[in-house]
């Protein structure tokens, strides 16, 4: 039946080769149009099932929330500079209000400025309530000591998490403005801007209103977006657009090195660059095998209308991937390269024969049908073990690998249709057109491989010891294959010198905070403050944000009232200020020493417990007390106060009229005794944690650490699933894909060699044909591993792919072998290896090419599968060309003992 099928397409192809091109050419219009409307969506939470929890709840945060996933804009540089750059920048991109509804990169000041006081815990209230009991130069500093002493040196807790080493941070920063602020006030011989005190006043108070990180070298805004990171037209362009006036604002500020980063540029960035990769690795892939082709066959048209016939395949494909899954993700979005690389194949097998037999001089119509004979079967074969390998894929849960089976499975079908059915009318439309513009006989020359011929006869002659040595070889590289690992950083697939990338490893540093964040949503406020309280404590978290933050519970805040009503009645009562006397003189420079004690204590506990940004902060202040050089900015101010007392003195208490009032007033503000509740929450703090229907609270829960580190991931993962079976968000994603992707391989590549053996078996009607064509697959299978691991390659995310890949892929060897083989008969395994074992050689050369072609691509997951399929089909192809001819020499010498 398969045979008078394929001599009647050769028949067609023959004499009504217009008309089949005709009516290729109609399909190939239509699946074109429909292949306009593929879209790309890179993000690995699309490779998940999207049916599953985790993804069901990502999504609906991303519907319920503005600020569920914020543009990251992030510069380094100087402290005046990165300020400078913020304000700038910050009007610019909000000035983009069709796409940003706002800039976020001040704290919340007002609100702050407003309710501060009932915002601090009630320990915290109760150290502090002293400093506000008298604001006289000499009272207020000891009793800043004494809060200094009380929250951060008796308490060996203080700086314990880090939200209280954050606090620290703050406080301490808050103290060196403070010192540098009386510093400048000594030396100046003119009436100081009162503004100085002022801003020293409101940084000892309520900070640093930038988010800029506790070394001032790095800052961060925020613009929160109108569309969602699902818009992936929009994400392109206006990270785009930001990135352009990033870059035009920066340009101002030597040395300031800015981008953004985060979930929307590392969207965009994958994006642009699988779509440059699709394009440029496909052209590269096709260039080269046309030039592999043209030089083997030592022609020009013949390749040239292959790689027209595989195009037609491609066009098939890509309309028909339109219709069935609609977009191309991670794993799909190199499916053309794949398919250049699997469809040509199709292509050699048939040009091979047709131009062996036109060489010997058959007619057009007679070549024809002798190509597709005897290629055709191993054609087909090899099409739908290849197409069936990969649509086993389907079963997977993970919606990439399910999507890729669909895709790579009906492209295998769509090019094995064109090469049956395309490329046997174009031959023949060629021939017939060479043939009457030669006067003479038109003459086709095959090229040959002789050497291939003699080298399977050869093998076949010493099978024993050849077998022998394959086994040694595959036992070492068994044993190579079973130490692979597996690289869990999803940042290594991305391409290499990305700003987004370098920003987020700087981010990650500086705040000890990554965007790679856990999201959580809570029914009430309640909830979400016992989601945010249990995060809190858990030391592998950095930072969590919530609106339990900014709205305190009812007892929490009735238990801070009285305490803020005798902060009021203290600030109220006493506002005369005594100015500094010189018999106070040595009284204070006690207290600016104990400062500095205080200071020199806390360092020594934040270098015991390991708080680096804590110590580096106290040494901001004092200096290092190791080295010689040592410099303190409190021994320094002492020093330039004692030069002079009398006149430093009047200069103290000249910083005290314009710093006390000024303290005084902010306190007061800060110290509203009416209850916090959601009304009192500004617009752009609910737009952060209240959803669309203020029904839902989001809480965000930042780990201190990267967490592509395996052990890390699968810790914060297990400790975000105790909190809240619900959890979501990238790194929570990625760690259950990892599994997902894992238990489907295993699935696919078992269910893959079922479904492989059943054709073969179904195919060669012979069990023994069937094992034979499996063994080289097997061998080829440990070899790729095994050499991987030699070269030092790990298996990723997407390279992982490769495994049930190469089963589909590395069968098609075999099957044309054993296809021909079976067709010459017994004794002609040099004709089989002449001919077939060309065809083989340059089917294996090209697929090398194709998947080679994919390290030029600028996303590194690509590359990695490339690689891995580079070897993996080299390994396969010598696998046939060593094992088979020694598997049928011992075979054929077993078959002529049994007659003798």
Known sequence: MRENLLKRI????????????????????????????????????????????MVKEFNQVIDDYSTASMIIIAAKGQEGDLKEFADEIAGK????????????????????????????????????????????????????????????????????TKEKENNAVMFLDGIKYWLQTLDQYTEMNSSPDTRLAQFAAERLIIGDEYMISPDKDMILLFAQPTFTINEMDKVIKVENTIDALIADVAAKYPGLFAGTTGMFALARDETVAASEDMYITSLLALVLILALF???????????????????????????????????????????????????????HIISVYTEKRAEGNTIGAALELALIKSGSGIITGGFTTAFAFLTLMISESAGMSEFGIVAGSGVIFCMLAAILVLPAMLSFRDRILTKLHKKKFIVRSPEFKILGSLGENISKQPVTVLLACLLVTALLFYSALQITF?????????????????????????????????????SIEKAREITKSAKDLKMIGMVTSISEYIPSTEEQNKRLPIIHEIRKSLRKNQTIIPLSQSDFDAYIDELYRVEDNIIELAQLAFLGGQDKVDKKCKEIIGDLESENNESLVANLVQKIKADPVRNVAKLNSFNTHFAPHFRKLALGMATTTPITIDDIPEDIKDRFVSH??????????????????????????????????VTGVAPIFYILIDI??????????????????????????????????????????????????????????????????????????????????????????????????????TSLTTMLAFGSLVFATYRGLGSLGIALFIGVGACFLSSIIILPALLGLIEKNNVRANN
Request: hydrophobic share 50%.
């Open 10 to 53: 050769a028949r067609v192809a023959e004499k009504r080769a217009g008309t089949m091109l005709l009516i290729a050419l109609i399909f190939t219009f239509i699946a074109a149009g429909l292949a306009s409307n593929l879209e790309l969506t890179m993000h690995f939470k699309n490779l998940m099932p999207q049916s599953h929890l």
């Open 487 to 523: 690289d869990y950083n999803y940042l290594n697939m991305e391409p290499i010198g990305l700003t987004s990338i370098k920003l987020q490893h700087e981010m990650e540093n500086k705040f000890d905070v990554t965007p790679d964040f856990a999201i959580v949503t809570a029914e």
């Open 741 to 842: 992707i894992a238990q489907d391989g295993k699935k696919a590549a078992a269910l893959t060699i079922v479904v492989v053996f059943v054709i073969l078996l179904l195919d060669f009607r012979k069990i023994h044909y069937a094992i034979l064509a499996m063994i080289p697959l097997i061998i080829g299978a440990i070899w790729m591993l095994g050499t991987m691991h030699l070269f030092g390659l790990q298996l990723t995310m997407v390279n992982l792919m490769g495994l049930p890949l190469i089963i589909g892929i590395g069968i098609d060897d075999g099957v044309h072998i054993l296809h021909r083989y079976r067709v010459e008969g017994a004794g002609k395994i040099r004709t089989v290896f002449s001919s077939t074992g060309k065809a083989v050689l340059l």
């Open 693 to 726: 229907d203020g029904k839902k609270f989001l809480v965000t829960i930042y780990p201190k650490e990267q967490v592509w580190n395996l052990e890390f991931l699968e810790r914060f993962t297990q400790q975000m699933q105790k909190l809240d079976p619900r």
């Open 294 to 348: 043209i030089i083997s066959f030592r022609m020009w048209v013949a390749p040239i209308l292959a790689g027209i016939s595989l195009t037609i395949g491609i066009i098939w494909a890509a309309g028909f991937a339109a219709i069935t899954v609609g977009s191309l993700n991670i794993m799909t979005s190199m499916f053309s390269v794949i398919l250049i690389g699997l469809g040509v194949d199709f292509s050699i």
């Open 93 to 160: 991109v909000a000035s983009l209000d069709k796409y940003v509804k706002r800039v976020d990169y001040k704290i919340e000041r007002n609100f702050i400025l407003e309710h501060g006081l009932k915002l601090q815990k009630e320990k915290d209230l109760k150290n502090s309530q002293d400093l506000y009991k008298n604001l006289g130069l000499l009272p207020w500093l000891r009793h800043l000591n004494e809060n200094f002493e009380k929250t951060w040196v008796q308490d060996e807790a203080s700086i314990s």
